[in-house]
C-alpha cells in the first residue's frame, strides 16, 4: 500500500480512501464489515463517512455500522484513520425543530457526540464539515471546533464541497485565533469534471490542504459505460444516462473508453490512476458495494501511466488550464 501525509498534519494515510456511502442502503451490515476488514487487510488505512449517510429514515446508519465493525476490537479502530462529516439535518422526517443541521456551535457540539455514540469511539481522526454554511461565521465555528480538539474528541477539521474563496476565509480566521485551521478538502474532481483545477485545488496546496476527490469515476461514467451497454450488460442510469444523453459527452467517453482498449487499460482502473497523478491529490474516495470492486480500486494503486496516456486523456478531458496563468488575457 503506497501512503502520503494528509495535507500539512503528521496523518499518514493511504493513498486511497475508503468511501461508506454504499454501507445500509446497497450494502449489508455483514458485507460492509468484510470490505472493512478486506481493505484494512490491503493496508487501506482512510475511511471516510458522514453522519447522514443511510438517508432518510436510516440516517446514521453507516456510522452505526462501522461502530459495530469497530467493536469487533482486533486493533481495528487503532490502524483506521476515521473522518466523518457534519451539516446534514439529522432531525426526523419532518421534524420542524431547528438547530438541528448545519455548522452552529451548538448542532456541531449535538452531532460530534453522537457521532462518536454510532461509531462507538472516543474521537474522531478529521472532522469535516458536509457544506458550506453562509449563516454561521468562521469566527463561531472554530471556537467550537477547537473546544473539540481541547477535549480529545476530534484531532483535525476539513472541509467538503468548499469554493476556494471559502477555503481562503476559512484558514485566514483560523490563523487569526491561532488555530491550525482546515487540513483537507473533499471535492468533486475527475477525468470527466475537472472545474476544481481553477481554484479549488490552488487554494487547497496553497494553505496546505489534502485534497480527496470524490465521484473519482463521475457516477460510472468513467467505467466503462458504453461497452458494458455494447455488450449486453447494465445500462447506464441516472446522472450517467443524462450525460450520455448529450452527443459531445457520449463522443468523449467513447474516445476514452476506444484509446483504453487500445492500451489494454480498464476505464475505472484508469480514472483511478489518473487522479492519483494530479498535483495535491491526497487520494481519491471509492465506495465499493462488493469485495470485487474495492479489488479493481486497489489495482490502481499499482497502475502507472504513459506519458502518451497521459497527452491522450488530456487532449480527450481538456482541463482549465493551469492557475492563475490560463485566467489571464
Not at 479549488?200 to 467505467?223: F, Q
Request: aromatic share 8%.
Amino acid at each position: 500500500m503506497k501512503y502520503t501525509q494528509l495535507g500539512r498534519t503528521g496523518l499518514k494515510v493511504s493513498r486511497l480512501v475508503l468511501g461508506t456511502m454504499n454501507f445500509g442502503p446497497q450494502t449489508d451490515e455483514p458485507t460492509s464489515h468484510g470490505i472493512l476488514d478486506a481493505a484494512i487487510d490491503a493496508g487501506l488505512n482512510f475511511v471516510d463517512t458522514a453522519n447522514v449517510y443511510g438517508w432518510g429514515e436510516n440516517k446514521g446508519r453507516t456510522e452505526a455500522i462501522i461502530g459495530t465493525w469497530f467493536a469487533q476490537g482486533g486493533g481495528r479502530r487503532d490502524k483506521t484513520v476515521l473522518a466523518t462529516k457534519v451539516y446534514g439535518n439529522m432531525a426526523a422526517e419532518g421534524d420542524p425543530w431547528p438547530n438541528h443541521d448545519k455548522l452552529s456551535a451548538l448542532n456541531i457540539r449535538r452531532a460530534v457526540d453522537a457521532s462518536l455514540k454510532r461509531l462507538q469511539t472516543d474521537y474522531i481522526d478529521v472532522y469535516q464539515f458536509h457544506h458550506v454554511d453562509r449563516r454561521t461565521p468562521f469566527e463561531e465555528i472554530w471556537q467550537a471546533v477547537d473546544v473539540l480538539i481541547q477535549q480529545g474528541k476530534i484531532l483535525y477539521a476539513g472541509s467538503s464541497n468548499f469554493p476556494g474563496y471559502k477555503i481562503a476565509q476559512a484558514n485566514e480566521t483560523a490563523a487569526r485565533r491561532g488555530s491550525l485551521g482546515l487540513v483537507s478538502e473533499q471535492c468533486l474532481y475527475n477525468l470527466a469534471e475537472r472545474r476544481a483545477e481553477m481554484e479549488v485545488i490552488p487554494a487547497a496546496r496553497e494553505y496546505g490542504l489534502g485534497v480527496v476527490p470524490w465521484s473519482p469515476l463521475h457516477g460510472g461514467l468513467l467505467g466503462g459505460v458504453i461497452k458494458k451497454e455494447t455488450e449486453g450488460g447494465r445500462r447506464a442510469s441516472g446522472r450517467s444516462a443524462d450525460a450520455l444523453a448529450n452527443s459531445t459527452v457520449r463522443g468523449q467517453v467513447q474516445a476514452y473508453e476506444d484509446l483504453l482498449e487500445k492500451h489494454g487499460l480498464e476505464p475505472g482502473e484508469t480514472a483511478l490512476a489518473w487522479l492519483l497523478t494530479r498535483p495535491g491529490v491526497t487520494g481519491p474516495i471509492v465506495g465499493p458495494r462488493t469485495s470485487e470492486q474495492l479489488d479493481s480500486a486497489l489495482r490502481a494503486l499499482e497502475l502507472e501511466l504513459s506519458e502518451e496516456v497521459l497527452t491522450a486523456l488530456d487532449e480527450i478531458f481538456p482541463g482549465p488550464g493551469p492557475a492563475p496563468e490560463a485566467f489571464a488575457w
